[in-house]
């Protein structure tokens, strides 16, 4: 390895990358000295991924999950499986090669639906546990949505402690969606303040409600505003946001004397949210010990997950319909290869090829 250290300026520089590439040397690469470690063994895959996370991360939480990842301890967590998966195959395999022996355990349907329950429940825990830690690493979309003027803008202000919306008593003030983001307790929350659905003439607002249509759609939570002065009040949301996870809450509570014990009341005014942030931990469901866990938490890992689950349940089905044990073995086999991906141990070239261009450049 030649370091060069050069004083001057970026001419100077690139006239010494030049010089360097006139005698036969090349540009880095995007993850150049990150795949190098892994095609030579010194990193699995999911160490690897983890160099760009580290690097990606924007909050102490989501940094703290990639150093996990990093040193190795996340994929201590696939190792079990991949050798339980085997351990089955190896047993089938005996059976077939050597059924005269009979001081080895029977490979039965019995023992292969078995262990790909106990398996299956194992990747279970892993997808639930990823899927938190995905939230912990890349956050959430939350769309706050209400009728005109049920203090939306106000809500998104006191969240994000800025002015940054523009609030006034007149209705339709927001006619685009206002986008921010905070860090509440380690969760990273991109909220969108959308403007209010009413019927309305402004070309300019109908775009703006049109948008709203849409922020809703890409939600991963929507936080349903209503007037606590004014409960009652009918609107055109609950169409959109039936298949939603929602908190609805009751702003304007400082000007309400008598409240519903059943309900969530909030002041963006007095800035009283504290019920709505313990609210949105709840609803997103990361508890305490995800922040400490080492979990596969990125859409490659998980997707293998989920793949493996549905490929042993592949094996169990084909075990109570007693099909050919040596064909349940096949099915075990794709579901060991599946996991052996995840952490790149049998990984093509295009697919390591997709995942370093991610990298910046050398690292």
Excluded: W
């Excluded at 609210?279 to 998980?302: C, F, T, W």
């Amino acid at each position: 390895v030649v370091e060069i250290s050069c004083h001057g300026s970026m001419l100077i520089a690139n006239e010494i990358i030049e010089l360097m590439i006139k005698n036969g040397a090349r540009l880095a690469v995007r993850g150049e000295f990150t795949n190098r470690a892994y095609l030579n063994g010194k990193v699995d895959l999911v160490q690897a991924e983890a160099v760009n996370d580290m690097i990606t991360a924007t909050t102490k939480e989501a940094k703290k999950l990639s150093l996990l990842s990093l040193v190795g301890e996340t994929s201590k967590v696939v190792y079990p499986i991949r050798e339980r998966i085997a351990d089955v195959m190896s047993l089938i395999e005996v059976n077939i090669d050597y059924p005269e022996y009979r001081d080895i355990e029977e490979a039965s349907y019995t023992l292969v639906i078995s262990e790909v329950d106990y398996i299956n429940s194992e990747i279970k825990k892993l997808i639930d546990q990823g899927r938190q830690g995905q939230i912990i690493k890349e956050g959430i979309k939350v769309a706050i949505v209400g009728a005109p003027n049920v203090g939306k803008s106000s809500l998104l202000n006191a969240l994000l402690k800025e002015d940054k919306a523009i609030v006034t008593d007149i209705a339709g003030t927001t006619r685009d969606v206002v986008e921010g983001e905070i860090n509440l307790h380690g969760l990273r929350l991109l909220l969108l303040d959308t403007a209010g659905i009413r019927e309305s003439k402004d070309a300019i607002e109908s775009i703006g409600i049109e948008k709203t249509k849409k922020s809703i759609e890409a939600a991963d939570l929507v936080i349903y505003v209503k007037d606590a002065e004014n409960v009652d009040k009918k609107d055109k949301f609950a169409a959109l946001i039936k298949d939603k996870k929602v908190i609805t809450v009751y702003n304007k509570a400082d000007k309400v004397s008598k409240k519903d014990p059943t309900k969530l009341y909030i002041s963006a005014l007095t800035r009283d949210l504290g019920s709505l942030e313990k609210a949105i931990a709840a609803e997103v469901g990361v508890d305490k010990e995800s922040y400490l866990r080492p979990s596969l938490n990125n859409a490659r890992q998980l997707a293998l997950l989920r793949k493996a689950y549905e490929q042993l349940e592949v094996a169990k089905q084909e075990a109570l319909d007693e099909v050919a044990i040596d064909l349940v073995s096949v099915s075990l086999q794709q579901a060991f290869f599946i996991i052996k991906e995840i952490l790149g141990e049998n990984v093509d070239n295009d697919i390591s090829k997709e995942i370093f261009s991610r990298f910046c450049v050398g690292k």
